[in-house]
């Protein structure tokens, strides 16, 4: 491997962006002059980060933290500012003084968890769906929040705008060049994803979302990598954004009446060289014993899942009936109405045998969404959890003593009903989550939900004003 240092020195890069997250999934960084990085720099970290500043983090009377260079993930950035080089690489976050990883860094939570995978004799690959919305204006009025709040989302695409072709909602799937409006936009993402980042895509399309939603499939890695990669695509989709004049949203649901965007999640685990998800004598769908298990701890521990891969009040906007999102507990091979989904577009490649996990949204942590995930599937696996038949019927349109005929549970309803199921069930996640991780996380995100619950939204107004 070569190293930070003479990365810097080959490339003649000037400034180095140090990169990381905070508990929430939002990318952060500083920058260092890169002559500036030393041996010192890549064993005891780079003093430059005040944790105190930086949601969950640490508190202003021990606010001194270190960053920590992961020099796997050294690029070049492929725009210059003022005409000088800079790079770009990712950062554990480790405490000062000697004093070891700080227990709510994201990052270092997704290194235990392969780290934990080893030791189980596993490793796991991981790819994402990253759905977003791409627009031309967007206008936000909070100024007088007392008296109230308005928002204004404006693309060439949208059925209220008169300047492309004639659209409607949901119709937007794999739409084609003419009134695909992002489509270089989208290319250019993509291209400089593969080409630049070395972050691989297995396809990148217009959703379903006429207003200008797309998404890029993030090809399977390690989950750090996958986690890192995502991060990265948010990263120059909003750099490349700019350079267009576009705006792009990770909101699950910003637009009433079209589809949400949804970050669906493929694993498989492996030991060795064998998939141990793959059984070619199952008739139903290859599908081995272990990885019925492991849907069984994904359906038995969703609900509380919901708190880390929903993260957001506006994530439960999107998972309502009919926009294609999950809200049922149940599994099966192609139906998309169910939170676990086994996708059975050939036969016989065990390479390709993968579970998809619909819940998660783009403004999930990857970091946190990906070990939550795969450690409650290890506990069904572990556990031997059951997760009972298959359900080939669209759940959607199924009575409630259907529901209950086939035990199917439902996901919490909002953010609140989340974290109260997170407080009661979370031994699952013990051996890779802090307990002052998982304690930091359910009370910032419980404040975020009381606040937020106490705004009046414009429809609200509109229906209830004159009642």
């Not at 790079?87 to 860094?105: M, N, T």
Request: contains cysteine; hydrophobic residues 35%; charged residues 25%.
């Amino acid at each position: 491997m070569v190293s930070l240092i003479e990365n810097v020195r080959e490339f003649g890069v000037e400034w180095l962006e140090l990169h990381f997250t905070d508990l929430f999934g939002r990318l952060k960084m500083t920058m260092v002059p890169a002559n500036s990085i030393d041996e010192d720099s890549l064993r005891d970290g780079i003093p430059k980060l005040d944790g105190s500043s930086v949601s969950g983090f640490g508190k202003i009377e021990y606010s001194d933290l270190n960053l920590l260079p992961d020099e796997d993930t050294f690029v070049v950035l492929p725009w210059k500012v003022s005409d000088e080089t800079v790079a770009r690489v990712y950062c554990y976050v480790y405490k000062s003084f000697g004093a070891g990883p700080l227990e709510v860094d994201p990052r270092q939570t997704t290194n235990k968890l392969v780290a934990f995978l080893e030791e189980q004799g596993f490793k796991s690959y991981t790819g994402l769906e990253a759905e977003y919305y791409v627009l031309k204006e967007i206008r936000v009025d909070v100024s007088r929040p007392y008296a109230g709040t308005s928002y204004f989302l404006g693309s060439p695409e949208a059925p209220w705008s008169n300047d492309g072709y004639p659209t409607m909602f949901k119709d937007g799937y794999y739409t084609s060049l003419h009134t695909d409006t992002i489509y270089e936009y989208r290319y250019k993402v993509a291209s400089l994803l593969k080409n630049v980042f070395g972050v691989g895509s297995t396809a990148h399309h217009h959703e379903v979302g006429v207003v200008a939603q797309m998404e890029i499939d993030i090809k399977h890695s390690d989950p750090l990598r996958t986690a890192d990669n995502y991060m990265t695509l948010k990263y120059v989709a909003r750099k490349v954004a700019q350079e267009y004049g576009l705006y792009v949203t990770f909101m699950p649901k910003p637009i009433y009446g079209d589809n949400g965007s949804g970050l669906h999640t493929h694993i498989s685990i492996w030991r060795g060289d064998e998939n141990i998800f793959y059984d070619a004598d199952d008739e139903y769908a290859e599908l081995s014993q272990d990885a019925r298990y492991f849907i069984g701890g994904l359906l038995e521990h969703g609900r509380s899942l919901s708190a880390i891969v929903s993260p957001t009040v506006n994530s439960y906007k999107r998972l309502v009936p009919g926009y294609e999102a999950p809200i049922y507990l149940a599994w099966s091979r192609g139906n998309r109405s169910s939170a676990v989904r086994v996708p059975v577009y050939r036969r016989g490649r065990p390479w390709e045998k993968r579970i998809e996990y619909r819940p998660p949204d783009p403004l999930a942590n990857p970091y946190l969404a990906l070990a939550a995930i795969i450690m409650a599937g290890l506990d069904g696996i572990k556990k031997k959890i059951d997760p009972g038949d298959p359900v080939d019927k669209d759940i959607y349109h199924m009575s409630d003593s259907e529901l209950r005929e086939y035990n199917i549970r439902s996901l919490p309803r909002d953010l609140y009903e989340a974290l109260e199921e997170l407080k009661s069930d979370n031994e699952y996640l013990k051996p890779v989550f802090s307990s002052s991780l998982i304690n930091t996380y359910i009370d910032i995100k419980l404040k975020e939900f009381l606040e937020l619950n106490q705004y009046a939204s414009p429809i609200e107004v509109y229906r209830y004003f004159s009642f």
